[in-house]
């Protein structure tokens, strides 16, 4: 009993810890870029202007999707959450959070097909599917601005510890720590190109290099086996924990989703 | 769905060089390339871009498999009269789409 009141009290110091991190960085000159910042300027063009832009077509079809009614309730979301861009907005810039029903950390993708499973009774979509993908787009679209905020819940230090852990943890055959690169070596080169600082302002992304829409999961996925360690599942908690270490480190950065990067 | 965006000042001034700009989602497949389980992927491109300003064409363009996925297209063309521009897309697998956007000139 002891030992867990004195892992609260120490989840609660962690949080405070990392709140005043992310003040200090705020009030001291900001060192921290979004990848955009590292881009070359036709890139950057493609992704101000929302013609250019390809995620935008993906933003389209998740506003289609999300007024079709779907499931056995045979309801649409905008059913439920009625006016989109006050009801969403911001959404997307504080997630993952914490969720009570399962005590861990889900990310947007897991809320959409959480509500999608219990409210609509619907087939929870596939990971990165175009569906999953094109709502998510949709639903981070309505915050496209807004600063991501500081996860303040005291529940998450525990899984953000984690994946700062994570982040910090050498892997694979290559043995790299995501750190190395995104840290220790950002704005320098990895072949032909800029390293950038790892936060993730933009997701999901239209990412030249797929193509097509991408989660932050398959990012981090595709950096795994950049360094030849075995990726974790989608949806893995190792993933989502990263995912909520790396949202509270670009804190007060803001959101660019539909995101262009190379 | 929104499969393509298109981007067209509402109104212009006669005699005013405009700038269309046009973006449509498609996967622009080229042929070449292997699924995981080995099959080649068949070829799917989109191969013809062409706008008509009120029935007279004014811009077209052909496509190749070097063309990125959801092909962006940007061209100029003088308003001449107020009317509709007419865009057709066409490629392989019989794949058609046509967007018509208003144009009012002053």
């Known amino acids: 009993m002891r030992s867990r009141r004195r892992a609260v009290v120490l989840a609660v110091v962690i949080g405070a810890a990392g709140l005043q991190s992310t003040v200090a960085a705020e009030q001291g ?9 590292f881009m070359s300027p036709s890139t950057q063009a493609m992704q101000r202007d929302d013609t250019q832009n390809p995620g935008m077509l993906m933003v389209g079809d998740g506003e289609a999707l999300w007024r079709r009614k779907a499931g056995k309730t045979d309801q649409a979301c905008s059913d439920c959450h009625g006016a989109t861009a006050a009801s ?17 950390p889900v990310n947007l993708a897991e809320r959409i097909n959480r509500c999608r499973e219990r409210r609509q009774q619907a087939e929870p979509f596939r990971p990165e599917s175009q569906e999953l993908l094109s709502i998510e787009a949709f639903v981070a679209f309505q915050s496209r601005g807004i600063p991501i905020a500081a996860a303040t819940d005291a529940r998450l230090a525990p899984f953000r510890e984690r994946g700062e852990q994570l982040f910090r943890q050498r892997m694979g055959q290559l043995d790299l720590a995501c ?31 797929w193509q097509s829409l991408g989660s932050l999961q398959r990012r981090l996925r595709g950096c795994l086996t950049g360094i030849r360690a075995e990726p974790f599942a989608y949806g893995s908690p190792e993933l989502v924990n990263l995912e909520l270490y790396l949202k509270s480190r ?3 950065l803001p959101l660019e989703t539909p995101a262009v990067r190379p | 769905m929104a499969r393509a965006l298109i981007k067209v000042p509402s109104s212009a001034r006669r005699g005013d060089m405009v700038e269309i700009s046009t973006l449509i989602a498609h996967p622009m497949e080229t042929g070449f390339r292997a699924s995981a389980d080995g099959q080649r992927i068949p070829r799917s491109l989109i191969r013809r871009l062409a706008c008509e300003y009120n ?29 509709t521009l007419r865009f057709t897309w066409e490629g392989d697998d019989g794949f058609a789409q046509t967007e018509t956007v208003a144009i009012t000139v002053t």
């Open chain 1, 29 to 37: 000159a900001d060192s921290r870029r979004s990848g955009f910042a």
């Open chain 1, 250 to 252: 670009a804190a007060g």
């Open chain 1, 88 to 104: 969403m907005r911001g959404v997307a810039a504080r997630l993952p959070d914490f969720d009570l029903r399962v005590g861990r």
């Open chain 1, 179 to 209: 750190n190395q690169c995104h840290d220790d070596s950002a704005g320098k080169r990895l072949g032909g190109s800029v390293i950038p600082q790892a936060h993730p302002t933009g997701y999901p992304i239209y990412r030249l290099e």
């Open chain 2, 55 to 83: 029935g007279a064409q004014v811009f077209s363009a052909e496509f190749f498999a070097a063309v990125a996925a959801n092909p962006y297209c940007a061209f100029f063309t003088v308003a001449t009269e107020s009317g």
